[in-house]
């Protein structure tokens, strides 16, 4: 089934981004969990485009709450958000519904639903549904932080762009914390500005950019993880794969351990103060599809927008005909700076449904 | 749950290298489908070191069918192969089982089962666990075949020596059959012959080599996929991320997307004989999470193999004393080759389950 | 989990009595399906009492649909409804929360969710829960109608005054249609005289009585039925013990069948225009599990109406107090008439999922 | 899917009666969990008739370990154990296979199974299954006695001879211990003389009779059930009714309920020594559909064993010809004696896996 993640921390995501409302439905949430709210707040607003590199369609997206707190404290009953859309009309692609723009899932979409979904503004496939997403990771971060499990995440390459990688070892709150607080979440300010020119000249070209959103999580107990088949790979993975605009995903050295020897990605072990670590972090804090006590860390590919100005070649999927699409509006260039939040709120669902 | 996947097509794996069997139930074959024991035992004979790449310890890996099937042909019921573990000495590892051997999961299995797990051998870590595993790949692909889907992997990359990639848009049934023909998965066997000597120069060294595995799924109708959290992708990763030893997964042009610009990553839509596609291919032949009709392309990165017979630093995780790991016996030094059929198996299992 | 039932027609319900709405949200309705409005509308009416026997609080419980279709026409995405709280006063219970009311789950609740259940008005646990189920009911029933299969239910049983059963063999639609046009569910009109003297008397003793619903589903096809584990009874009884006071089910001949011989409870098979049909019916249409094309039959026993003027001792499950529950405020003093629609929803959801 | 139970004590059956072997795959075995053998071999054996009412073919049922544990004791990986089938001539059933034989599973596991399924002694559908079910239910009970939880199931009525209940308040382990030492499981011996004798009588005529199984389950903490859907009774009515022959399942008062009135059916609270109980115990130990603390109570209606040589009219299914069945060889005339593990079992499995 299509909308809903998890068994013991389950997320059920509805809605289409022109229809009258978008939310989530989170079921296991700790009873008596504080929804802070300042904290879901600067959570949920990393998710929108700050600056230069906005769409014009921009919303709040306060959800508010219809079931399963009361006076802002978890009941531990179903947790529902709703999120209403303000900005319903739908001219920008009504007329053009049979046209599969290059990138989008227009096409894919008609024949999944057989030519009933909402195809408005990309219906059930916008990337507003992430804001339900990532509000269910602000609740999952807070049952998290109360096990001292800290998230965090930069993008880590943006156009060929390059941004300090974590260190493997040592990373930990105080990165996450300068990240969260930033308009642009990269380590090297200085980095970030060589992107954002980047992510400018595509807008300049009526054209679009990917990236790399990096991710780390500490805090996390050793022996976590479920073989054969439900790894913390596996697990992470799926709900990685679920964002828009994801293609890839690695662990820890990924495919550059493809290249590697064995004595250069097995970590050596090594004990500290009674407790047993490893003194590299190749595996990324896993090993046998468990964690090991090291920084989980992983890294998520996202493709260029797809919605870009620039004429393209295709055709309306329903005649045949071929055409130019042309898609108007303003677009946002480049997501994977907003793209950061989505993938902590990926992590922190993933691992609070874990953690049961 | 760990060892269990699937809801419509489901696995479930069960064994421990040297306890007394291995196996799998398979629930959801189709009634009456044809076991063809030729097919089958060629499928998982490409698990098995071939040449001069064996490991020292050689099973048939036979299995032995104990319920679901009457004279080779499915019932419906849940079909269930034992596989005898005739190799079930244990001396190899038996006195040094609490050396973290780096690059295992010697720790992590440890805490995960409260000290409690078979260790002997890697116990239900250990890389036999896919013998099973291809055994119900096998018969997941006689299911595809029946509704003419194909599915094709070989050894795209290994110690930084590249295979020809399959071609994304024109990939199909004449490459797989030449790769599963030949003895090393390469489409250039050229290349094979530079692979299997940078192999041969890390087994000089006592050491490992890792690599990359392509696979391609041809057939597949356009169509399938359930976001917004059930992807094809998150379907495909989830499972190929079950194999032991994969850090990476990518579609399409996955983290190459990374470094295009959206009018490089949009593939144009063209209509040829009434037939929508795509005249480029870096999509992966996924689009909103649901399948395009165009070839499915993948690719999962692979770590050396840990066991490496060069002297490692680690420590005994209970008593936290340091040492020197050293791995005796013959051990693959690259199980790229032998992954191939894993990966090929996980995309089987994945969409026999999807298809149901 | 506990607030999401199904895997290919999911519903997945949200609310508390006294909070800012209830609701659900239900995936796998078949795209293109017609939501009809005055289908629904009279399905969920249904759920309300009428006449004499009805409570205090009534409110419309009109659904409105926030995601999944466009002009009443289903997408296939998650159809989402919501039913604002109306009436949200606590007063009847606020300052009483920590009185165990005999019959409720008062004390129970409390202890499942730590304390932070909303407890006013029954919170989670309220009857209320039940109009999002109907209307997710009603769905299924569409998806199920156009398949050929119906459903209908009736008041067996009310205070001990038992309405005719079904004929377990011609049982069909035409029953249904009269019973669904009626406001007292029985298909003897005088027996429900009966049941609604039985019930008057009951109020008029501060007491309230329970009774049996017998349901019976036509037009499903044989060979229904998941075993080992997954069997008609099982699916059916696992949603209809989550229907507030359902406390036996029982199928066919049920606990009768423990009395008869085997030469009675066995159903003779004939052939009838090349049709296989049994001449009776103790097996209420499921023989190992599965749909034998004979019209489904099955019972759920209503403990009745916990909420009862008479006092009744009990503590204060805080202190330990000893005390004496006063319930005010007028309650259904029996549910059973309104409850044969929450039967036939819960076998509507049920078999939408089963057959996906 | 049809085999499988639980998410985290998972059972996976396998096999068929006359095939190689039957089953199963426990997953979610607590590591470290000492499988004592004489406490299972008693377990086990209570499944088995003994005495007069014993059918012609007797197996031993000894199951082997064949993965998951070390030397007796649970590794936490998939536990695995496999009963050779010694008896698997199939001459009984063969030349009749497309004989409908009434209150058996043959013509809707043709229709399920497309016609493939192994007919040979019923094969997936005959009771030899229950064997591992027992198996996995004596595992479970292993579990739970570590919490300080006991089950006990005794058989109440037998062709209408019905033996004294449990006491709904004061049941415990004595009345277990009893039970469990006992060939006829009865709580009055006397009792069990007129079930032995009816039972007889029914053997005589070439007939069978059924009956109900009413178990207990004390020492479950108060507190555990997940509504709205994962009641309680839901979970475990699920798996009573996958027991093969249960046609009925109530709990607590269940049906009488139905007849009592609100102040007879509320069971009163009481506070003693600083624990909230209740007087008595109509409600079987849940409210809401959560346990309340006090014994767990809940009942199962048999039908009689479809197997009689009386002479029963039936139809050839493929052909439609009408026919006389005549079923062969000795068959047990009343499982309801060895069905009470059966429902012991399906109450731990149930149990452990909501306890995970």
Same mark, same amino acid.
């Given at each position: 089934? $299509?909308?809903?993640?998890? $068994?013991?921390?389950?997320?059920?995501?509805?809605?289409?981004?022109?229809?009258?409302?978008?939310?989530? =439905?989170?079921?296991?949430?700790?009873?008596?969990?504080?929804?802070?709210?300042?904290?879901?707040?600067?959570?949920?607003?990393?998710?929108?485009?700050?600056?230069? /590199?906005?769409?014009?369609?921009?919303?709040?997206?306060?959800?508010?709450?219809?079931?399963?707190?009361? #006076?802002?404290?978890?009941?531990?009953?179903?947790?529902?958000?709703?999120? *209403?859309?303000?900005?319903?009309?739908? +001219?920008?692609?009504?007329?053009?519904?049979?046209? &599969?723009?290059?990138?989008?899932?227009? /096409?894919? %979409?008609?024949?999944? /639903?057989?030519?009933?979904?909402?195809?408005?503004?990309?219906?059930?496939?916008?990337?507003?549904?992430?804001?339900?997403? =990532? /509000?269910? %990771?602000?609740?999952?971060?807070?049952?998290?932080?109360?096990?001292?499990?800290?998230?965090?995440?930069?993008?880590? *390459?943006?156009? +060929?762009?390059?941004?300090?990688?974590?260190?493997?070892?040592? =990373?930990?709150?105080?990165?996450?914390?300068?990240?969260?607080? !930033?308009?642009?979440?990269?380590?090297?300010?200085?980095?970030?500005?060589?992107?954002?020119? &980047?992510?400018?000249?595509?807008?300049?070209?009526?054209?679009?950019?990917?990236?790399?959103?990096?991710?780390?999580?500490?805090?996390?107990?050793?022996?976590?993880?479920?073989?054969?088949?439900?790894?913390?790979?596996?697990?992470?993975?799926?709900?990685?794969?679920?964002?828009? &605009?994801?293609?890839?995903?690695?662990? +820890?050295?990924?495919?550059?351990?493809?290249?590697?020897?064995?004595?250069?990605?097995?970590?050596?072990?090594?004990?500290?103060?009674?407790?047993?670590?490893?003194?590299?972090?190749?595996?990324?804090?896993?090993?046998? +599809?468990?964690?090991?006590?090291?920084?989980?860390?992983?890294?998520?590919?996202?493709?260029?927008?797809?919605?870009?100005?620039?004429?393209?070649?295709?055709?309306?999927?329903?005649?045949?005909?071929?055409?130019?699409?042309?898609?108007?509006?303003?677009? #946002?260039?480049?997501?994977?700076? !907003?793209?950061?939040?989505? =993938?902590?709120?990926?992590?922190?669902?993933?691992?609070?449904?874990?953690?049961?």
């Amino acid at each position: 089934m $299509s909308s809903s993640f998890g $068994s013991r921390f389950r997320v059920t995501l509805f809605g289409e981004s022109h229809g009258p409302a978008i939310g989530a =439905v989170i079921e296991g949430v700790t009873p008596g969990l504080h929804l802070e709210e300042g904290y879901i707040r600067a959570y949920c607003a990393r998710r929108l485009a700050r600056g230069a /590199y906005s769409t014009a369609r921009r919303e709040p997206d306060l959800p508010h709450i219809v079931s399963g707190a009361v #006076d802002g404290v978890a009941c531990g009953t179903p947790l529902t958000v709703v999120i *209403e859309n303000t900005s319903t009309r739908s +001219g920008d692609y009504g007329p053009q519904s049979q046209i &599969a723009r290059p990138g989008h899932a227009d /096409y894919t %979409g008609h024949l999944r /639903y057989g030519g009933f979904n909402d195809v408005r503004g990309g219906g059930h496939f916008s990337g507003r549904l992430t804001a339900p997403l =990532v /509000y269910a %990771g602000a609740v999952a971060s807070l049952m998290l932080r109360q096990r001292g499990i800290a998230i965090g995440a930069h993008a880590a *390459e943006i156009a +060929g762009v390059t941004d300090t990688p974590f260190d493997p070892v040592s =990373v930990g709150p105080r990165e996450f914390d300068a990240l969260h607080s !930033r308009d642009f979440p990269v380590l090297d300010p200085a980095v970030g500005e060589g992107m954002q020119a &980047a992510i400018a000249a595509a807008r300049a070209d009526c054209d679009s950019v990917g990236g790399v959103v990096e991710c780390a999580v500490t805090g996390l107990p050793a022996g976590v993880g479920d073989p054969f088949f439900d790894t913390l790979e596996s697990r992470l993975a799926y709900l990685l794969f679920a964002i828009p &605009a994801v293609k890839g995903v690695e662990f +820890g050295a990924g495919f550059s351990a493809a290249r590697m020897r064995g004595s250069e990605s097995n970590d050596p072990f090594v004990s500290e103060g009674g407790k047993i670590r490893t003194s590299r972090n190749a595996a990324g804090g896993i090993q046998g +599809g468990i964690s090991n006590g090291m920084p989980l860390l992983f890294r998520a590919a996202f493709k260029p927008t797809p919605s870009i100005a620039k004429p393209q070649q295709t055709v309306n999927f329903v005649t045949g005909e071929a055409l130019t699409a042309e898609i108007r509006g303003r677009h #946002d260039p480049c997501i994977v700076p !907003r793209a950061a939040v989505c =993938v902590e709120a990926a992590a922190a669902i993933a691992l609070a449904d874990l953690l049961g």
